[in-house]
């Protein structure tokens, strides 16, 4: 975020530095049921994203010390691959930046999954990025919604993300990675779905007050396409599930 002698142009003729226009996402392909041992997976690829979610559980909650005899115990895992970007990731063992991310969802989650429903255990969400371009926890948080409703899990409402953000002066939805780095402000935000309630909100830059009501109601037209993604992902993984039971 913010200037550089490097700064590439990020907006020319009407197009931003990828020739999309402002409101546009990204290509994004979302893929329910990846993982054979997990209980439930997705594949996310969104522009140069590349993100892969598995979930576990629920189950028996170590430490048992920390078990909950009312709710199960969400936990979150993030972390990028070595070779996730050319930025250094080679060192093994959460970061800053990686605690803080499996964190904000983790949060976002606790506050969709019924954990209720499953006293003392705990419910694991693993999200490795196998490659990075700007986006990776918005990209997360879509592959973990799918990954758990793909196991099964109650939930009371999908979460759908995106970021936005502010870029030559332009707002512009589902920032690439110049635009975050180099864009005035940068917004990642996941809704509910039904509800528009907003469960992560994080900013880099500055926004006016006027500006960041424009930017909510941009992530939230942006969100609704990644939630029909979402959707359609689940459904198919439905689809191949009964196929392959029919020929058994
Ligand atoms: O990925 P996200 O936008 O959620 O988080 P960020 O910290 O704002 O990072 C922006 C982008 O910079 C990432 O998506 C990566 O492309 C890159 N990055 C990286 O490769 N390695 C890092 N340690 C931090 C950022």
């Not at 200037?3 to 020739?19: E, H, M, N, T």
């Not at 690829?45 to 028996?60: A, D, F, S, T």
């Not at 997360?140 to 979460?159: E, F, H, Q, R």
Request: aromatic share 6%.
């Amino acid at each position: 975020m913010g200037g550089s002698a490097d700064k590439p142009v990020l907006f020319q003729d009407g197009k931003r530095i990828d020739g999309r226009a402002l409101d546009e996402l990204r290509p994004l392909k979302i893929v329910a049921g990846v993982l054979k041992e997990a209980e439930g997976s997705a594949y996310v690829e969104w522009g140069g994203n590349k993100v892969i979610c598995g979930v576990y559980g629920p189950r028996e909650c170590i430490p048992k010390h920390d078990a909950n005899p009312y709710k199960a115990l969400m936990k979150c895992r993030y972390t990028m691959s070595p070779f996730a970007s050319l930025e250094e990731h080679g060192r093994s063992g959460p970061n800053r930046r990686s605690t803080e991310i499996s964190k904000v969802i983790k949060e976002a989650f606790d506050s969709v999954v019924m954990t209720g429903e499953f006293p003392k255990t705990q419910i694991d969400i693993y999200v490795d990025v196998l490659q990075a371009e700007g986006g990776t926890r918005i990209a997360a948080i879509a592959a973990a919604t799918v990954a758990l409703a793909s196991a099964g899990l109650p939930m009371k409402d999908m979460i759908s993300s995106v970021a936005v953000g502010k870029v030559d002066g332009h707002l512009v939805v589902d920032l690439g990675k110049a635009e975050d780095n180099f864009g005035e402000s940068d917004m990642p935000i996941a809704f509910k779905h039904r509800s528009k309630e907003i469960v992560l909100m994080q900013m880099d830059g500055r926004l006016t007050p006027e500006e960041l009501g424009a930017n909510i109601d941009a992530a939230i037209e942006g969100a609704e396409k990644v939630y029909a993604l979402q959707a359609e992902a689940l459904r198919k993984s439905y689809e191949v599930t009964e196929k392959q039971e029919f020929r058994m």
